[in-house]
């Protein structure tokens, strides 16, 4: 089993904010350190050893996600003061590798404007705003304000556009004194800015989730901004209002085919309850999203598996009932060249109720997104980021053989982890049968991820994986499409202490799961039914805790 894991963090101080004021008072890391520092344990059950996590309190959304100066910024939905959802600020921390994270002070603090609610985050090279200079440029965060009040009193302008600056690489913010800086024109759900720099036009486009389509605004400077367009009302999932959108270019594998890639997040309405994140492929030319018209056939196709609402279908870049509201980082050097992606590790449908005492929630494994061609056409891939490496500890190999019914891996390998790296090639000898390897413990609870071959889809099966009471949908079983013709099946599972990520398939098929189990998962099985199993290569790492170990 672990051992204890003990990190020391610079705790959060909690000042007074004036709510009249258009500037939240900076907290500095040696102001932190000097007047609060103390000893925080992250060996809590169920709390996660690689994956990001906040200390204490709630969160939910990645907002703000840039890279500048040699960091992943990973600012983040919090309520410092409660473990279920409140009012809203901007977590913060950084990291070198979007694997080992440094916690830092709340950077956005609510205003008389309202809450902080979800956003993005984008480094004004040239200084289009005037709020730094060519020498200092000003990281921007480019946020929702909600007013609560003018909520309850039944208004449908409460939640506007405002933005925020930095100076010294986010360590302190200073509000803009003319928030908010786009108005909202009546509608109750207008929310989620992603901005991005758009070269051709020398502009910045604004994608925004609003209701149940995306409005599109452009503004040279950051401080004004002008709709350009509409896209998505009648296209798409459409079982819950549009959230948390995002709008990039990717290349595919194989040729210089680029395509421009729209995400929408969507709550309730995705294909195994609950949250969910769709996309659409197309094309941008600064004003209008236009979709792929072979992309949007597929989307009017007989689904493999998807919700359907007025006969439209969506299309998912992860499959299972945890992964919410993800987005791409923005400022990612062009000689790195990938396009990286993060998603909250939970679902709407139990989020608040989940079983962790001093936190709740937890982020998706950081994932470079890449276009593939598929059986079913193009579509966008995801893989955990190669960073994943920095924290590999033994790695132990499989010997090719073939499976009657059950390989016990752990045993087999003499490996007793719950947090590791599981790469299998599988090929299946005759008539293809179900098989799936089965994580578990001594008490019998367990979770099974495999392949239904009666459906010809990927799944995962938490029904016996421990507490399920805080919640009836939070039991059951899970599917997702295999999207791949070739006979092996290519399996990687990154298993944490209480969730599992399947990338199929090279990530064709991606599926997230989270879990609660009396004790840890440290038994491994592949199983096989009715029929026999090759395995053609195997091999199984420990991944280590981001978090200091002490005896």
């Not at 909202?184 to 991005?196: E, L, Y």
């Not at 999932?237 to 040729?255: I, R, S, Y």
């Not at 190999?397 to 019914?405: P, W």
Request: glycine share 8%; hydrophobic share 35%; net charge negative.
């Amino acid at each position: 089993m672990r051992t204890k894991r003990i990190i020391h963090l610079l705790s959060v101080l909690l000042i007074a904010v004036s709510w009249g004021c258009s500037t939240n008072t900076a907290i500095t890391e040696d102001t932190a350190a000097g007047n609060m520092e103390q000893t925080e344990t992250f060996n809590e059950q169920h709390r996660l050893q690689f994956h990001f996590t906040p200390p204490s309190g709630w969160m939910n959304d990645p907002n703000g996600m840039v890279y500048h100066n040699g960091e992943y910024h990973l600012f983040y939905q919090h309520n410092p003061d409660s473990t279920v959802w409140g009012p809203m600020h901007w977590g913060h921390a950084v990291s070198k590798d979007m694997i080992s994270w440094e916690h830092l002070p709340i950077a956005l603090y609510p205003d008389s404007l309202g809450t902080i609610f979800s956003g993005s985050a984008v480094v004004d090279m040239n200084n289009t705003s005037g709020l730094g200079t060519k020498e200092n440029p000003a990281m921007v965060a480019i946020y929702t304000y909600h007013d609560a009040e003018g909520e309850r009193a039944g208004r449908d302008d409460f939640q506007t556009q405002g933005i925020a600056f930095s100076l010294d690489n986010g360590r302190s913010w200073t509000k803009y004194k003319n928030n908010p800086v786009l108005k909202n024109p009546g509608t109750r759900d207008f929310r989620d800015p992603k901005v991005m720099w758009y070269e051709e036009g020398q502009k910045w486009i604004m994608t925004l989730a609003v209701k149940d389509h995306i409005s599109f605004y452009s503004s040279p400077n950051l401080l004004n901004w002008k709709l350009e367009s509409d896209f998505g009302a009648n296209v798409g999932a459409h079982g819950g209002v549009w959230e948390c959108p995002d709008l990039f270019k990717l290349k595919t594998q194989d040729t210089d085919e680029e395509k421009w890639v729209l995400i929408v997040n969507i709550n309730p309405g995705a294909p195994n309850g609950g949250s969910g994140t769709q996309y659409f492929l197309g094309s941008f030319d600064g004003n209008n999203f236009v979709i792929d018209p072979q992309f949007e056939a597929s989307l009017n196709a007989k689904p493999v598996i998807a919700t359907t609402v007025n006969g439209q279908e969506g299309i998912w870049l992860d499959y299972g009932r945890d992964e919410y509201a993800g987005v791409s980082w923005s400022g990612v050097p062009e000689e790195d060249g990938r396009r990286l992606f993060m998603g909250w590790m939970s679902n709407w449908d139990y989020a608040n109720v989940v079983p962790t005492e001093k936190w709740r929630s937890a982020m998706a494994i950081a994932r470079k997104l890449e276009l593939v061609n598929t059986p079913a056409g193009m579509r966008v891939a995801s893989m955990p980021v190669k960073e994943l490496q920095n924290i590999y500890g033994t790695t132990k190999k499989l010997e090719a053989q073939t499976i009657s019914n059950v390989l016990d891996i752990s045993d087999k390998l003499s490996i007793n982890t719950s947090t590791y790296d599981l790469q299998l090639r599988l090929e299946p000898v005759g008539t293809q049968n179900s098989f799936a390897v089965e994580l578990s413990n001594a008490k019998n609870q367990k979770v099974l991820v495999g392949l239904d071959a009666s459906r010809g889809q990927y799944y995962i099966d938490r029904t016996k994986s421990g507490d399920h009471s805080f919640s009836d949908k939070f039991s059951g079983i899970q599917y997702a499409p295999r999207l791949s013709n070739d006979k092996a099946f290519d399996l990687r599972l990154v298993v944490d202490v209480a969730s599992v990520e399947l990338f199929a398939d090279s990530g064709k098929t991606v599926m997230t799961a989270i879990f609660f189990p009396d004790e840890e998962f440290t038994k491994v099985k592949l199983v096989t039914e009715n029929g026999q199993l090759k395995l053609v290569s195997g091999q199984m790492t420990d991944l280590k805790s981001i978090y200091s170990s002490a005896e």
